[in-house]
T-cell receptor, first 115, second 111 residues
Framework: AQSVTQPDIHITVSEGASLELRCNYSYGATPYLFWYVQSPGQGLQLLLKYFSGDTLVQGIKGFEAEFKRSQSSFNLRKPSVHWSDAAEYFCAVGGYGGATNKLIFGTGTLLAVQP | EAQVTQNPRYLITVTGKKLTVTCSQNMNHEYMSWYRQDPGLGLRQIYYSMNVEVTDKGDVPEGYKVSRKEKRNFPLILESPSPNQTSLYFC??????????FGSGTRLTVV
């Protein structure tokens, strides 16, 4: 079955510390992978996406993610967290064409940033 | 500006009173979709549409209807809303380079 697992429901980091949010997926075909961020009361903003090529993907706001096919993972990282990064983060996987246009989302990781 | 517009942003209604949440995109996208977001469950697809007059069920279609009479609009219809449909709803359209543009969301409360 197609699925996305974000094992950490809630993470707290100190401002300036590094961050890694985990994402594991199960998908039968070549996956297209995404990370979205949702600030309180806001919609979804795309941070980055992976389709093919270089497995290290750079996104907006200083985020990056690494696709590891052997581990079925697409973890999100940031070297130094800012207070404004406090939000909920969603990993998603999709295919291409037909019903596989559907994005399958993880349950989200809520990030809190301590001063 | 390329965007997906949902209305209303907030809605409180009573059980059984039919309602429609509108969704419109100005990017000429063929594929559109509705999701609902619930705490601890992430976003789940309700319905999707591959093109005009082509719609199909997603993962949680019960209690919802959609229509796609023109490419730009994809309304979500709740014929008889129930409290378990209280949720945050997002409309999305798919771009040509496989990105998705999401609307700002509609927070629905059914009492």
């Amino acid at each position: 079955a197609q699925s996305v697992t974000q094992p950490d429901i809630h993470i707290t980091v100190s401002e300036g510390a590094s961050l890694e949010l985990r994402c594991n997926y199960s998908y039968g075909a070549t996956p297209y992978l995404f990370w979205y961020v949702q600030s309180p009361g806001q919609g979804l903003q795309l941070l980055l996406k992976y389709f093919s090529g270089d497995t290290l993907v750079q996104g907006i706001k200083g985020f990056e993610a690494e696709f590891k096919r052997s581990q079925s993972s697409f973890n999100l990282r940031k070297p130094s967290v800012h207070w404004s990064d406090a939000a909920e983060y969603f990993c998603a996987v999709g295919g291409y064409g037909g019903a596989t246009n559907k994005l399958i989302f993880g349950t989200g990781t809520l990030l809190a940033v301590q001063p | 500006e390329a965007q997906v517009t949902q209305n209303p942003r907030y809605l409180i209604t009573v059980t059984g009173k039919k309602l429609t949440v509108t969704c419109s995109q100005n990017m000429n996208h063929e594929y559109m979709s509705w999701y609902r977001q619930d705490p601890g469950l992430g976003l789940r697809q309700i319905y999707y549409s591959m093109n005009v007059e082509v719609t199909d069920k997603g993962d949680v279609p019960e209690g919802y209807k959609v229509s796609r009479k023109e490419k730009r609009n994809f309304p979500l219809i709740l014929e008889s809303p129930s409290p378990n449909q209280t949720s945050l709803y997002f409309c999305a359209s798919k771009t040509s380079n496989y990105g998705y543009t999401f609307g700002s969301g509609t927070r629905l409360t059914v009492v």
